[in-house]
């Protein structure tokens, strides 16, 4: 897929926001804004964030906000962020790259937000994330850089680094009682090479969660609209694509510097892969 200037950006964002804007119309959601849950959807960068959007985004009860997504970034302060996190409507959730500290967590609970973390397999993040800095977003600020590698190696070896430090500054959400993790592999189905009953129990237990009740029938309409292609960060969206990119030195080096993170995140069993 070629790059996206600012151009082509502002167009795909644009068409998104207007279509976040009319299902928040639908009377379900609609509904939503007297006795719906307030969600916190937070995501690990290049996990599947839009998956997991086009799945609440089709819930009953819920509507999506219009801001930009919220992320841990240097100059957006503690209070910025806790703001943002007051300011969830009834039947609204926002889009959230958030790392976890015990402050935030604290906020989320007192607040009585529904917290959901979209998680995959890192080995898979480090490869969707060189890929789109180097071809896809001309617009982000490390482009430049990654474009400026020698090679496609040099470039995997770069994200490798960069999504380890992310996946510890992330890890603290797995052990919170009051948060979901949802797995792309889960969530995925067909479409992208994964199960279909997985992604018809993920569905499900997403909705649980946020105290949304649906039917079976609802459950698989839903799952029908969750892939989609018409989004400013698509790439591929398939399982496993870090195996035909890594090589052994890609191997050895995440071995080294997350074999403990694969583990923790639950994709694999011991270092021996």
Aim: with cysteine; hydrophobic share 40%.
């Amino acid at each position: 897929m070629k790059g996206r200037d600012w151009v082509k950006r502002v167009y795909i964002l644009g068409g998104k926001k207007m279509r976040i804007g009319l299902l928040g119309l639908r009377p379900g959601a609609l509904k939503g804004r007297c006795c719906g849950p307030r969600v916190l959807m937070n995501s690990i960068p290049k996990s599947g964030t839009n998956l997991l959007e086009n799945a609440l985004l089709n819930l009953p009860s819920l509507r999506g906000g219009l801001l930009r997504t919220l992320m841990t970034l240097p100059g957006i302060s503690d209070e910025v962020i806790a703001a943002r996190i007051r300011g969830i409507k009834k039947g609204q959730f926002i889009v959230a790259h958030l790392t976890a500290n015990p402050g935030l967590l604290s906020l989320v609970h007192d607040e009585g937000i529904r917290s959901l973390l979209m998680v995959r397999d890192p080995r898979d993040i480090a490869v969707s994330h060189f890929k789109y800095l180097t071809g896809m977003d001309l617009t982000h600020r490390f482009h430049g850089y990654f474009a400026s590698l020698p090679n496609d190696d040099a470039r995997l070896m770069a994200s490798i680094d960069g999504v380890v430090g992310a996946l510890r500054d992330y890890a603290d959400w797995l052990d919170d009682p009051g948060t979901l993790v949802v797995r792309f592999e889960d969530l995925i189905g067909p479409a992208g090479g994964g199960s279909q009953d997985r992604q018809l129990k993920a569905v499900g237990d997403i909705a649980s969660h946020l105290g949304i009740v649906i039917s079976e029938k609802e459950i698989q309409e839903i799952s029908l609209r969750i892939f989609s292609t018409k989004t400013p960060t698509f790439r591929s969206g398939r399982i496993g694509g870090w195996k035909k990119t890594f090589k052994p030195e890609h191997v050895k080096a995440f071995k080294d510097i997350a074999g403990d993170l694969i583990l923790r995140y639950g994709y694999e069993n011991d270092v021996n892969w």
